[in-house]
């Protein structure tokens, strides 16, 4: 266990948005929180913002837009001497207005790369860690959105996510491959084609890891943070608009607060104790405020796009 005899949980993305907020709410039920973050010092006045207590968290490097990084987080973390009992990925990049696709260092398109290849490399590694902690309810989460399923309002706005049989993955994923069906860029599907493979990675670690384990494997949409940094490279117009669409027409708003208590209760709480789950508070938040296992979309829930995802990305991540 980390300092002072608490739990450790690593979260991704913590210096801002709903990470921040979970940061936050972890801290708040006596966990240790290693903020994992690109940029050091956004992170250090993030927690302090919030009135994260200093001896709750620990900052280390990330870049899940780089496999290196990945590898070099995991290092650090270990060399910190604490243990895992519990893994937030929450991460992820949004860029819908780019034209052409960013790449990673190894060549990989860079949403892709950060919301799902670095992640699934990272959950891989840090398994060991998370086995050998003698934590009684240790815990893998994986952040999911609405959009990664076409059944849902906020899926059914094209672009339809569509993995198709992850031809771009079977060539290689590299210049002039960019989509993971191996189809022409789009930005918008690129994003929710990552979340697809989120909750596609939730649901394999769950089957071949559970039983064996008892770590419990799960995922979560907490509701609408219409707020949240990862509509910053959106249109400004957009960013204005988006909240009070959620607000008073959807009524999908969820405060980036209540999100980050959300997904700490998911993390840490008795009721979430069931792996394999998609939890879920309605995309229009059910009145009684109550979370719920939502069925997720067919190709989420599809166990053999599941393990062939699951074969390719690790030959991408260099597992195989």
């Known amino acids: 266990m980390a300092q002072n005899g608490k739990p450790t949980v690593i979260i991704t993305g913590a210096s801002s948005g709903v990470g921040l907020y ?11 929180v290693v903020m994992a973050c690109r940029d050091l010092a956004k992170a250090e006045t993030a927690a302090q913002s919030v009135g994260i207590p200093k001896d709750s968290y ?4 990330i870049d899940l837009g780089s496999l290196d990084s990945v590898r070099q987080f995991v290092n650090n973390f270990r060399a910190s001497g604490k243990t895992l009992d519990a893994l937030l990925c929450n991460a992820a990049i949004y860029m819908p207005l780019i034209k052409e696709p960013l790449r990673s260092p190894e060549g990989y398109e860079l949403t892709m790369t950060t919301n799902h290849l670095g992640h699934f490399l990272l959950c891989n ?9 003698s934590y009684s ?12 399923n076409p059944d849902e309002l906020g899926g059914k706005i ?14 290689g994923f590299k210049e002039p ?6 189809k022409k860029f789009e930005p918008v599907k690129a994003y929710k084609d990552s979340k697809v493979c989120n909750v596609l990675t939730m649901r394999e670690l769950h089957r071949r890891y559970h039983d064996t384990t008892g770590i419990v494997f799960s995922s979560l949409y907490p509701g609408c943070v219409a707020e949240t940094p990862l509509f910053r490279n959106h249109y400004p117009l957009f960013q204005k608009i988006f909240p009070l669409f959620q607000k008073y027409i959807t009524g999908g708003y969820v405060s980036q607060e209540l ?3 959300r997904v700490a209760s998911v993390i840490a709480d008795t009721e979430y104790k069931q792996s394999g789950a998609y939890w879920s508070w309605g995309n ?10 939502q069925r997720v979309s067919p190709q989420a829930r599809d166990d053999e796009k599941a393990e062939r995802l699951w074969d390719l990305s690790a030959k991408l991540v260099g597992l195989a």
Not at 22 to 32: D, I, P, Q
Not at 158 to 171: K, T, W
Not at 284 to 293: A, E, W, Y
């Open 158 to 171: 094209p672009p339809r996510p569509d993995l198709g049989n992850l031809e771009g993955f079977a060539a």
């Open 177 to 182: 491959i960019s989509m993971i069906d191996g």
């Open 137 to 148: 309810d240790r815990r893998l989460v994986i952040l999911g959105t609405v959009t990664h």
């Open 58 to 61: 620990t900052i280390i490097h």
């Open 284 to 293: 229009r938040q059910k009145k009684d405020g109550k979370s719920f296992v």
């Open 259 to 261: 999100s980050g208590e």
């Open 22 to 32: 979970t940061a936050k709410a972890m801290a708040n039920k006596g966990w240790h």
């Open 125 to 133: 590694l840090l398994l060991e860690d998370l086995k050998k902690s």
